[in-house]
Every structure is written in structure tokens, then in C-alpha cells.
T-cell receptor, first 109, second 112 residues
Framework: KNEVEQSPQNLTAQEGEFITINCSYS?????LHWLQQHPGGGIVSLFM???GKKKHGRLIATINIQEKHSSLHITASHPRDSAVYIC???????????FGEGTQLTVNP | DTAVSQTPKYLVTQMGNDKSIKCEQN?????MYWYKQDSKKFLKIMFS???????INETVPNRFSPKSPDKAHLNLHINSLELGDSAVYFC???????????FGSGTRLTVV
């Protein structure tokens, strides 16, 4: 069992829908990252958070440290949001990231 | 442009060859990483260097050897390439361990 679990693995939505991707982890962490990998392969860091909530444009990330759970929300989704979204945790035991398997999001026009 | 740059972007080579992938960052970050993304798109750390010192060395074959000539560079050398080494390799950098990461654009290695 992976230390970082994401759900769903695949998500198809219609343009304009509100999207939620979930991430649960089983280790102690100092921070959690949400990454976006575009179809071309490049990886972009969306958020790094250790508590509470962060918002950037239509993207919102929340984390509940006690429940070891984070969510990434996309409001008013758009086809250009289609990508793989990856949750990664920075473990307190070291300085490395452990990744979830990613969520493939497809937003149809 | 401030960035993490990897070269080459694509690398096709025969089994048994030795190859290197270069990574450079001009962000002033002190920690650099190599990650491998397999065919199932799962990312896994391979190595981490902090100020030219190796701090993480995951269970990878010793055919893989990282080299950090200075804080801004972390190159990955692979000896005796095998078919299973085919993957996308990402370099990344960060300032310390609690800041955001910046990824390179990846190197797609295909061993034939």
C-alpha cells in the first residue's frame, strides 16, 4: 500500500463543473504539495501547504493534518485544466517527497 | 530565464551504453533532486543533493551515479543501460526542504 493515496484515479468532467481530487497519507509530514503534469509532460508545482487552505485563481487546496487528508478543488473547470494532478508529501523523517499515483483529469467542452 | 533546465529532452540509446543527463538550476536553490517516472506515470525519488552533498540515495542500481560539481548542477550518469531504465527522468530543485519545488521539463530515455 502506497503511503500516499489519491482518489479518484481518473476523473472526467464537463466544462464548468466543480472538481475535487482527494489525497490521503499515512506518514508524518511537514508539508504537502499539489503538482500538475500537463500532457506534454512538464510538472508544475501548484501549492505547498502545511495547514489550512490556499487559493490561487480557480484552484483551492485544503489540508487537515489531524485527518491526514488534503483536497484540491477546481472551480468552473475548463478543458485547459485537463492534466494529471499529483499529491506529494514531504515526510518529517527526511527531506524527500513521496508521491501519489496521480489523478488523470479530463475536462470536456 | 530562471529555471531548472535538463538536457537532453529525448535520449534514445542501445542497451549496454553509458549516458549522462545534465541538470542545471539558476534559482539559487541549495537542494537538487533526481526523480524517475515510470510507464505508469508514478514518480519516485532517486537521489537528493544539498550543497553538493548526497543526502538521499534510494534503492537504485549502482549503475546510476549522480554527480554534483557545484550547487547549481546535478548530473545523472547511467552505466550499462538496460531496457528497464526506459522512463522519464525529472530533475528538481528547492530552497531547503520546506519550500516549493521547481521541476525541469524531463528527459525521456528510451533504451532499445
Amino acid at each position: 500500500k502506497n503511503e500516499v493515496e489519491q482518489s479518484p484515479q481518473n476523473l472526467t468532467a464537463q466544462e464548468g463543473e466543480f472538481i475535487t481530487i482527494n489525497c490521503s497519507y499515512s506518514v508524518g509530514i511537514s508539508a504537502l504539495h499539489w503538482l500538475q503534469q500537463h500532457p506534454g509532460g512538464g510538472i508544475v508545482s501548484l501549492f505547498m501547504l502545511s495547514s489550512g487552505k490556499k487559493k490561487h485563481g480557480r484552484l483551492i487546496a485544503t489540508i487537515n493534518i489531524q485527518e491526514k487528508h488534503s483536497s484540491l478543488h477546481i472551480t468552473a473547470s475548463h478543458p485547459r485544466d485537463s492534466a494529471v494532478y499529483i499529491c506529494a508529501v514531504l515526510e518529517t523523517s527526511g527531506s524527500r517527497l513521496t508521491f501519489g499515483e496521480g489523478t488523470q483529469l479530463t475536462v470536456n467542452p | 530565464d530562471t529555471a531548472v533546465s535538463q538536457t537532453p529532452k529525448y535520449l534514445v540509446t542501445q542497451m549496454g551504453n553509458d549516458k549522462s543527463i545534465k541538470c542545471e538550476q539558476n534559482l539559487g536553490h541549495d537542494t537538487m533532486y533526481w526523480y524517475k517516472q515510470d510507464s505508469k506515470k508514478f514518480l519516485k525519488i532517486m537521489f537528493s543533493y544539498n550543497n553538493k552533498e548526497l543526502i538521499i540515495n534510494e534503492t537504485v542500481p549502482n549503475r546510476f551515479s549522480p554527480k554534483s560539481p557545484d550547487k547549481a548542477h546535478l548530473n545523472l550518469h547511467i552505466n550499462s543501460l538496460e531496457l528497464g531504465d526506459s522512463a522519464v527522468y525529472f530533475c528538481a530543485s528547492a530552497r531547503g526542504t520546506i519550500r516549493g519545488y521547481t521541476f525541469g521539463s524531463g528527459t525521456r530515455l528510451t533504451v532499445v
